[in-house]
Nanobody
């Protein structure tokens, strides 16, 4: 059974950092593209970043230079490092997988391609 579990969220002040983790179980992370998404209250879900099974990465413009995505296939975990956090980064962050072997190159606009989702982790940036 495929399962994704996000962790690492919390409350930080503007300028702070967090590292989100997406631990997957029930399958090997190899050949899966993973995306990170977020949804703030009253707003639509937004693609934040992705890392493809081919090694490609992409970021939405608003987080470029501040967030870094990485994957450790041996640990079956994908990470999202959040630096220089801003109040507008406040949201529930979700990870998701695309079907195995698809999205060799990913973009943050591919949200419709993802089929397995975690439960989310809350990130709150406030002074």
């Amino acid at each position: 059974q495929l399962q994704l579990v996000e962790s690492g969220g919390g409350s930080v002040q503007p300028g702070g950092s967090l590292r989100l983790s997406c631990a997957v179980s029930g399958f090997s992370l190899n050949y899966y593209t993973i995306g990170w998404f977020r949804q703030a209250p009253g707003k639509e879900r937004e693609g934040v970043s992705c890392v493809s099974w081919g090694g490609a990465t992409d970021y939405v413009d608003s987080v470029k230079g501040r967030f870094t995505i990485s994957r450790d296939n041996a640990k079956n975990t994908v990470y999202l490092q959040l630096n220089s956090l801003k109040p507008e980064d406040t949201a529930v962050y979700y990870c998701a997988t695309a079907p195995r072997g698809t999205l060799y190159v990913c973009t943050t606009n591919d949200s419709d391609e993802y089929e397995n989702w975690g439960q989310g982790t809350q990130v709150t940036v406030s002074s």
